[in-house]
């Protein structure tokens, strides 16, 4: 090993952990406005690796079933997806539009009653889905980046312009 291979080294040993820290420790803000509610939220979910416990529990309320205010632990990875779309979308202060975040049994069946487009083992009951969209983006192009993105359900729902996204398998649909 030479002189200089071992002296680039070190150094780049110990300036990783620096560089690492800065972008590793930004803070992870989320903006939200719900659509059958009228509440809006802004929080800091994560910092770093290290999900902020009372911000998640404000989001558990805030994702709450509207109908029966029933709520539950929304899956942490949701909350990540949306994060990383908003900047893969090139708008780090967006704030989405939330048409429904989770569903309580007793909500599901009934939307299951006057809707075929409604699962049985829908991932609202377990925190790990969400139907969203953007005032001024279109449908269209926030589904196709979340195809991009390949983390999970996206459901395309043109019709009542919205995008359902879930942290279950990789799959797409149009309804």
């Known amino acids: 090993m030479n002189r200089r291979y071992f002296l680039g080294l070190a150094l780049s040993t110990a300036a990783t952990p620096v560089f690492a820290r800065k972008t590793f420790d930004k803070p992870r803000v989320l903006s939200f406005y719900h659509l059958h509610t009228e509440d809006r939220i802004d929080v800091t979910y994560r910092i770093g690796d290290r999900y902020q416990r009372s911000a998640l529990q404000r989001l558990n309320y805030f994702f709450r079933d509207f109908r029966t205010g029933d709520t539950i632990a929304m899956d942490p990875r949701l909350l990540d997806l949306l994060y990383d779309l908003k900047i893969t979308l090139g708008d780090p202060d967006a704030r989405y539009h939330v048409l429904s975040a989770y569903r309580s049994p007793a909500t599901n ?18 925190g790990q889905a969400i139907d969203i969209r953007f005032p001024d983006l279109s449908t269209r192009h926030l589904r196709d980046t979340a195809i991009e993105l390949s983390r999970g359900g996206v459901g395309y729902y043109p019709r009542s312009n919205f995008v359902h996204l ?9 309804a």
């Open 109 to 126: 069946n009934m939307l299951r009653r006057s809707s075929s487009g409604v699962a049985k083992k829908s991932l609202h009951l377990k």
């Open 166 to 174: 879930d942290t279950g398998a990789v799959r797409q649909w149009r």
